[in-house]
Nanobody, 124 residues
Framework: QVQLVESGGGLVQAGGSLRLSCAASGRAVSSYTMGWFRQAPGKEYEFVAAIHWSRVIYYADSVKGRFDISRDNAKNTVYLQMNSLKPEDTAVYYC??????????????????WGQGTQVTVSS
């Protein structure tokens, strides 16, 4: 079993930055695909970014050029650096782990393990 704990969310003004962290425990996730999803009120989960074990990276078009996903395998931790934040980025952000590194990295059902989420609120 893998446990994921997100941190780093908060309230920020538009144009500001936040750095989310996702600390994994229970097993090393260095061979997993790690993803970030978000869910705004009344909406479905939305893919944000994913990083393969080989460090190949994928981003949603809505965050490309503003967000940066990275991983530190020594710390068993994944990060999401969010810059130039917009009010439409407001959501609960979730970290997820896929031990089978499937190709559908943008699909929530691909991931076996999820964190509890961290709220990000961007004010205009």
């Amino acid at each position: 079993q893998v446990q994921l704990v997100e941190s780093g969310g908060g309230l920020v003004q538009a144009g500001g930055s936040l750095r989310l962290s996702c600390a994994a425990s229970g097993r090393a996730v260095s061979s997993y695909t790690m993803g970030w999803f978000r869910q705004a009120p009344g909406k479905e989960y939305e893919f944000v970014a994913a990083i393969h074990w080989s460090r190949v990276i994928y981003y949603a078009d809505s965050v490309k050029g503003r967000f940066d996903i990275s991983r530190d395998n020594a710390k068993n931790t994944v990060y999401l650096q969010m810059n130039s934040l917009k009010p439409e980025d407001t959501a609960v952000y979730y970290c997820a782990a896929d031990p089978y590194t499937g190709t559908r990295y943008y699909t929530p059902s691909e991931y076996d393990y999820w964190g509890q989420g961290t709220q990000v609120t961007v004010s205009s």
